[in-house]
């Protein structure tokens, strides 16, 4: 196991929370930089440290500790991987609709990074379903927040604040979600376009239309004769609310249509999900407004010729929010990221794997904002010898 | 309040906007929630972030605490002034910045009102998710302080799940932009920390929040049962047949009397009515519906009336949303509480606050967002009685244990408030609430901003648990130990 390519010099694995919490104390008591790792399908996200002294594994906290199928909510353990959790949750025709490209992405990574995918559209990134944690400080302490019923004020919202946080506030031992039924089916329309401005008009319409789809997904691929351009509407419901919203689809857009479903509808999905992280490429994460969809295409295929970077792009169209894979020389892929900064049609562009090369010239995170100071405040708080995530923030 | 300080807010903000005379100070002097009420040295009606930032710069100096009200509408004494401290009224900062329909989001300032935000978007289709009961007069900006809900957060979420961003003046006086209108912005959820802090944490200036394209199709029902046990028989048979309802809400016999009335909804008599609305494409609404209604006929529901129009829906939700001032006819007092069990174990906890009424002899009003579990029970009481609302406020503690023992929480969507700030404890362990003022502290180092709300006593930060340790503030002789 290597942190971005730093060798940690012990891996821990604990047990239980008990053993978690005596793994951060004896690391903050020996100021060692820590790392917390679910299934290391992200290690090599943010910045690359310095040194890594040892990397706090929650491998071993894999437990579903309890479904409420009564009550729509489940309570998990950080290390267990989304796959485990809702091949368990199915046997109550539940599910936790998140996506993850990595099979061995667990709960406690996925909240970590507040990681999301297609299923965004309908139910949120992973801080919208969250609704409890158990979380352990540097020092030792166990600490809850929230709760596990869906409505629920008592308190700071501290399962929130530790959404995206990377592991550099403290450790996720426990988090409890509300849940989803199994939808009963699903459908997906593909579009394919031979220009963006004709997708971009679609994905407006579709989006301030009153269907409830589960997902609304851009996808642009290079192709031999330039860019190619797909919509990916899913609609997952009852049988018949799922074909008549599909066949409204099909008449509403605008270019030649396709339905998929079973077997070809699974394989579509994973597929776009792991798009962006093909090879060894550089991914990017990038946000925009909704309506600016043609716009920022434009700026994607402009800065590629420009930097000679070969882009793929997958987004949410209705969220504004998507991943960049830059394929090509690292130095291009380091111009792409500096030229996508400069313009205002993006924001939030957050480099999330990148060769070295790339790290060493732009900095994965870019510029902070203007909360800065109040995040540092509550970092020095939360972990006051700052060996959490040391080195590779965001704080 | 020293004159100077007086002064300097004029020079601020202007005399016309700053009251200290002790008949301008009455209406500040509590929230909706009456029966706590303080005296503030001053209130301000500032108009800008601008002047907010310099009054907050101003009480940083000075060591004055202050607190934000928006429209007073809250019902956990969340805006309960501070003896010797400032109240900086939101209601001037009401405009409405900006309506972006083709990116489905709205900026407005603090002051407006929930309504509002719909209000403006509806022509062209949309509105504002969130629905709190007071939705026509509560201000947006107390909507973030307590992360409010509603209705119809049980399909739609909370106000958190609706503000893509605010901007805030932080204790400092630094005014800071928290999320930006774009999704993702790098690093730990600040928003999630700041929506639903009760104003403890900064003041919120101005919020972006997503707005929803109107649903094609809404259905309501409304069926009546001979218990709250066959009624809540029904809630569980709908969510276990894969159905998530916009609202799912239940009122009990008192509060179905007190409703009927004042506003005449005209519902069946009943023990238990159970209001259910599906919303969404049409196609889906009217399957679902059909599972709905024989989910009900089959759970024993002994009269089912079904909304045809707008207009019978709105009868239904009047009947439902008066029933909090309704009880007014019931009992001189009442005292309202806002626990929360996860819905399964609602029969076990009504029971158990039904045996408490015959035992307390106060009569206690249920009606509740039963497919979250947020129950509202309504304690009477007559405060001319000697003991009565002491009394009151023992059987209202009393049904927070039952739903924190249920595995619950002492607050769905009313915020802990000064009210429940005690009740805290039995909901989290010392480490718990060492560790949230550990965060408000790092916000807000010299405890200013809206104290003695949501955290139990104020602890040293950095105090621990366990044999006496001399604090560094001690040390410092910069704080005593009582």
């Given at each position: 196991m290597t942190v971005d390519g730093i060798q940690p010099v012990e891996v821990v694995t604990p047990r239980d929370v008990a053993e978690l919490a005596a793994a951060m104390s004896s690391a903050q008591a020996a100021r060692r930089a820590t790392v917390i790792s679910g299934g290391g399908s992200k290690l090599s996200w943010g910045r690359t440290p310095g040194r890594v002294d040892v990397v706090v594994s929650t491998a071993r906290l894999s437990h579903l500790i309890a479904h409420r199928h009564g009550d729509l909510t489940a309570t998990i353990e950080s290390g267990a991987t989304l796959t485990d959790v809702n091949r368990l949750l199915a046997r109550h025709g539940q599910w936790l609709p998140l996506d993850s490209a990595f099979p061995a992405a667990t709960i406690g990574g996925i909240v970590a990074t507040n990681d999301s995918g297609p299923l965004r559209h309908r139910f949120g990134t992973p801080r919208d379903l969250l609704i409890g944690v158990t979380l352990v400080l540097a020092d030792g302490r166990v600490v809850h927040a929230g709760g596990t019923v869906v409505k629920n004020v008592a308190g700071y919202d501290l399962g929130r604040l530790v959404s995206g946080s990377f592991g550099s506030l403290a450790a996720i031992a426990t988090a409890t979600f509300k849940l989803s039924p199994l939808p009963a089916t699903s459908g997906t329309i593909g579009v394919l376009y031979r220009e963006r401005g004709a997708l971009a008009r679609d994905a407006q319409l579709l989006a301030s239309n009153q269907f409830e789809f589960t997902s609304l997904d851009v996808q642009v691929t290079p192709g031999p004769g330039g860019p190619e351009y797909r919509l990916l509407v899913r609609v997952a419901s009852s049988p018949s609310a799922t074909e008549t919203q599909l066949a409204a689809v099909q008449r509403l857009v605008s270019a030649a249509s396709q339905m998929i479903d079973g077997r070809a509808e699974t394989d579509l999905w994973r597929d776009q999900v792991a798009a962006p992280w093909i090879g060894n490429a550089t991914t990017l994460r990038m946000a925009w407004m909704p309506a600016a969809l043609a716009e920022v295409l434009t700026l994607l295929e402009r800065i590629g010729h420009e930097t000679g970077a070969t882009v793929t792009f997958t987004g949410r169209s209705a969220v504004g929010a998507g991943l960049l894979r830059l394929d090509g020389p690292p130095e291009k892929a380091a111009t792409f990221v500096e030229r996508l900064r400069d313009d205002d049609a993006v924001a939030n562009v957050v480099v999330l794997r990148a060769p070295s090369e790339v790290k060493a010239r732009v900095d994965v995170w870019g510029e902070p904002g203007d909360a800065a100071p109040v995040m540092r405040a509550i970092k020095t708080a939360l972990d006051p010898a700052g060996i959490l995530n040391a080195g590779r923030g965001p704080i | 309040m020293h004159e100077s300080v007086l002064a300097e807010l004029r020079r601020v903000c202007g005399a016309e906007a700053v009251l200290h005379e002790p008949l301008q100070l009455l209406t500040y002097e509590c929230d909706a929630l009456p029966h706590l009420r303080e005296t503030p040295a001053a209130v301000v009606l500032p108009r800008s972030a601008a002047e907010i930032q310099d009054i907050v710069r101003l009480c940083a100096r000075e060591n004055i605490p202050f607190v934000a009200r928006g429209h007073g509408t809250g019902l956990s004494g969340g805006a309960l002034p501070v003896a010797g401290g400032i109240v900086i009224s939101l209601a001037r900062l009401n405009r409405v910045i900006s309506v972006d329909i083709p990116n489905r989001r709205v900026v407005v300032e603090p002051g407006v009102t929930n309504l509002e935000i719909t209000r403006q978007v509806a022509p062209f289709g949309y509105y504002y998710a969130p629905d709190p009961s007071s939705q026509q007069v509560c201000s947006i900006g107390g909507n973030v302080a307590e992360n409010s809900g509603g209705?119809?957060?049980?399909?739609?979420?909370?106000t958190t799940h609706h503000v893509l961003a605010v901007e805030a003046v932080m204790p400092d006086g630094s005014l800071v932009h928290i999320g930006n209108s774009l999704p993702d912005a790098p690093g730990p959820d600040l928003l999630g920390l700041v929506v639903g802090s009760e104003g403890t944490l900064a003041i919120v200036t101005k919020v972006t929040v997503r707005i929803l394209r109107k649903p094609e199709a809404v259905q309501t029902l409304l069926a009546a049962f001979t218990s709250i046990g066959a009624g809540g028989q029904a809630v569980s048979d709908i969510i276990g047949a894969g159905i998530i309802p916009a609202a799912v809400e239940m009122m009990d016999r008192l509060t179905v009397e007190a409703a009927e009335a004042a506003v005449?909804?005209?519902?069946?008599?009943?023990d238990t009515i159970l209001i259910v609305e599906l919303d969404g494409p049409t196609s889906e609404v009217q399957e679902m519906f059909e599972t709905v209604e024989t989910i009900c006929r089959r759970a024993g529901a002994t009269a089912i009336e079904i909304a045809q129009n707008d207009e019978q829906r709105m009868r239904i939700w009047k009947g439902r949303k008066a029933a909090f001032a309704a009880m007014g006819r019931m009992a001189p007092n009442y005292y309202v509480q806002d626990g929360v069990v996860p819905r399964t174990r609602l029969p076990e906890v009504l029971e158990r606050i039904r045996a408490l009424e015959q035992r307390s002899g106060l009569r206690i009003g249920n009606v509740f967002h039963a497919g979250d579990g947020n129950l509202h029970p309504l304690i009477c009481y007559d405060e001319r009685i000697p003991g009565q609302a002491d009394l009151a406020e023992q059987v209202a503690a009393e049904i927070l244990t039952y739903c924190v023992e249920a595995g619950g929480s002492i607050t769905g969507e009313h915020g802990v408030g000064a009210d429940k700030r005690d009740y805290m404890p039995r909901m989290f362990s010392d480490v718990d609430l060492d560790v949230m003022q550990a965060v408000r502290d790092a916000v807000d180092p010299k405890r200013l901003c809206n104290p003695g709300k949501v955290l139990p006593t104020p602890r040293l930060c950095g105090e621990v648990p366990g044999p006496y340790r001399e604090h560094p503030l001690e040390r410092a002789g910069l704080g005593e130990r009582f």
């Open positions: - | 209705a119809h957060c049980l399909k739609y979420g909370f005449h909804p005209n519902f069946p008599p009943a």
